[in-house]
DNA sequence: ATTATTGCAAATATTTTGCAATAAC
DNA sequence: GTTATTGCAAAATATTTGCAATAAT
């Protein structure tokens, strides 16, 4: 009864030990460019605003977290984060990762995604063009993919039903074309 | 500490104490026809087939349990379900409806959904036309859609990277139209 | 007679929270 | 000096599981 062994607030968050891909594929629409990459710029401004505004403080915790995630690989799990908040300093609570992250999702600076694996994973939020992803059910490959016509139909959709969208979610889950050539070369040789 | 008074491993699921509503629309594509119901003598035959293949039993439990979710309305969650189940037969534990719902997700009869509320909800499977959801963040309310157009472009993309695609989640999450209507009217009133 | 299933309680596992100590303002 | 923040352990909470008893085959 156990796929990882963890006492109870022992030692918790043994980051790594079950398999947490993190691949990241970045294609745009038809056209096949690279997706923008967000504006972190504004991102930070928009946050610092957003803190001074309800007089939160920033503390040496909070920028540590903050700067790692956004240096950090999209799609990144609390646990991913906090392996390497610790890196630098190992003192670190994982409630304290845990409460800036929500503190960045609340400033609508990052968006959390629960792609079905049972990690919360976050990423930086980007307004002007959205993604959305193809997850890999072998291999947990994250694929980012643009379609503006998509979106375009989308808010017809909502339009007809008078819904107000907030925000979105269009997932893709299957297998990459790395896996199918892995599976169908492995039915060769058996 | 409580958003709901429950003792651990004591009487879990007193369901209904926290707002889980579940209304649902169904919505036709452009039309504005309704989305057909799935077939479920055709399911009910898959069901009974998957599980003489491998030997499994037709228990009480079971049947009761099965019946009572063909006969609920969709988007079910556990509680509710386990709630009605108990209405006939109060002995009936709720890991059993676990164990039986994964039965059926597993048999290809169900499909899970998780809308962001912390409960997994159910709904028949509908091989045939596939639908996604509005999912008001007011009232909890669940609209379904069907959008024959945004499938093909999902398609043309999934096949632009070579990816096949399993199953796919298309969910829009904002303020439904009454909500929109029960917000400005209170404005006004205040 | 064999073995799948049930029901219970306990275990899992992610996230949240109470609280005393600490640090930012 | 006030009050937000931290870190810890414990709580919360949906789901899963070990196990002995029971029931379907």
Redesign the pocket.
């Known amino acids: 009864?156990?796929?990882?062994?963890?006492a109870?607030?022992?030692v918790?968050?043994d980051a790594g030990s079950?398999s947490e891909n993190n691949y990241l594929v970045k294609i745009g629409a038809s056209t096949g460019r690279g997706i923008r990459s967000p504006d972190t710029e504004r991102l930070r401004r928009d946050l610092h605003t957003y803190?001074a505004k309800r007089?939160?403080?920033?503390?040496?915790?909070?920028r540590l977290?903050i700067d790692t995630f956004f240096d950090a690989g999209e799609h990144i799990?609390?646990?991913g984060l906090l392996k390497q908040v610790r890196a630098v300093?190992s003192?670190?609570?994982?409630?304290?990762v845990?409460?800036?992250m929500?503190?960045l999702t609340e400033s609508g600076v990052v968006q959390e995604h629960?792609f079905g694996d049972?990690?919360?994973r976050y990423e930086l939020a980007d307004d002007e063009s959205h993604h959305d992803h193809l997850i890999c059910l072998e291999c947990g490959k994250i694929t980012e993919f643009e379609e503006p016509l998509i979106e375009e139909l989308q808010d017809r959709v909502a339009n007809r039903y008078g819904f107000q969208v907030k925000q979105h979610k269009h997932e893709l889950y299957g297998v990459c074309a790395d896996c199918q050539k892995r599976q169908s070369s492995k039915r060769k040789s058996r």
């Not at 009864?1 to 963890?6: A, E, H, I, L, V």
């Not at 003192?91 to 304290?96: E, H, I, L, P, Q």
């Open positions: 009864m156990s796929k990882r062994g963890r109870r607030g022992k918790r968050l079950r803190m007089g939160l403080r920033s503390t040496e915790q909070r977290i799990t609390i646990e300093d003192r670190v609570g994982y409630a304290t845990y409460r800036t929500k503190l629960k049972g990690f919360t």
